[in-house]
């Protein structure tokens, strides 16, 4: 939280003091970063030099928004978007995590859902919790807003894993090796009745066995499985954010994950009714 009416350099101390574990996870992360990017230079890995670069781009953007859009980040919601970037990025990416753990990028998905949901959910409160507007929202409707913000986000960043897989030949929707297949496209009869072919032991592309084996699918079950689990946290959180607003005041665990409009900010409007 920001003391208004504090120099500039006594303020800033002021907000460290107050956000400490925020800054000391935001140090360490940021000197990892700064470190890796200097070894990917040495390395002339200049695409995993750019890539630490932008996450230390994205770090800057929680204390944008507070400063910007007179936001209160929670210190909790805060931290886990730091360390959420930096297990995308750094470890997912740099360290092949998402390669090296399965289940790596399905924890990311479904913390992300959670995370959209929060974030609806705090538009929509704000906006709730304004005296200029005349009706207000009950938490069912606050719950199924913040659920359907998550599930667009969601299916807004397949989308674009979608456009980079086709667009510059990336994998970011990643392939399954499954061993039954079901398609009306191989019945010969074109009655639309679908052919399934059961135990797959191997798949030969140009007359080159691919060394699978199964059948190799091509981001379908990737993208089903993330939208899945972001389902899954949005749910969650939507019925988290149900119980907050029903309960106002009494829900100690959602506060930690729904950001607010400052103190000062809100001074400010009223004033300048």
């Known amino acids: 939280m ?3 009416k504090l120099p500039r350099r006594l303020r800033l101390r002021a907000t460290i003091h107050h956000d400490l574990p925020v800054f000391i996870v935001y140090l360490v992360l940021r000197l990892i970063v700064v470190v890796s990017l ?3 230079i040495l390395r002339k890995e200049y695409e995993s030099a750019f890539l630490c670069a932008l996450v230390l781009v994205l770090f800057l ?3 944008f928004v507070e400063h910007n859009f007179g936001i209160q980040l929670p210190n909790t919601l805060e931290i886990i978007i ?3 970037i930096f297990a995308a990025e750094i470890l997912g990416e740099l360290q092949c995590y998402f390669i090296q753990y ?3 990028d399905t924890m990311l998905h479904t913390t992300s859902g959670f995370l959209y949901a929060a974030v609806g959910f ?3 409160d704000v906006l709730n919790r304004n005296s200029k507007l005349k009706f207000k929202m009950t938490p069912l409707y606050m719950a199924i807003v913040a659920f359907c913000f998550s599930m667009t986000i969601g299916v807004l960043w397949e989308f674009f894993e979608f456009g980079m897989d086709r667009t510059f030949a990336t994998d970011m ?3 399954t090796v499954v061993h039954t297949i079901s398609s009306v496209t191989l019945d010969t009869t074109n009655s639309n009745k679908p052919v399934v072919i059961r135990d797959i032991q191997s798949v030969s592309v140009n007359g080159e066995d691919l060394g699978l084996d199964g ?3 091509i981001g379908l079950y990737d993208t089903m499985e993330d939208l899945f689990v972001n389902f899954m946290g949005a749910v969650v959180f939507s019925i988290i954010g149900y119980f907050y607003i029903k309960h106002r005041g009494q829900g100690n665990f959602a506060r930690q994950f729904i950001p607010t409009l400052r103190e000062d900010t809100d001074t400010a409007n009223d004033e300048s009714e």
Do not use: R
Request: net charge negative; charged share 15%; hydrophobic share 45%.
């Open 2 to 4: 920001e003391h208004p």
């Open 38 to 40: 200097v070894s990917a």
């Open 61 to 63: 953007v929680p204390l």
């Open 82 to 84: 730091l360390l959420f």
């Open 102 to 104: 399965p289940h790596w």
């Open 122 to 124: 705090s538009l929509v």
């Open 173 to 175: 929707q990643k392939d």
């Open 215 to 217: 059948y190799l699918d």
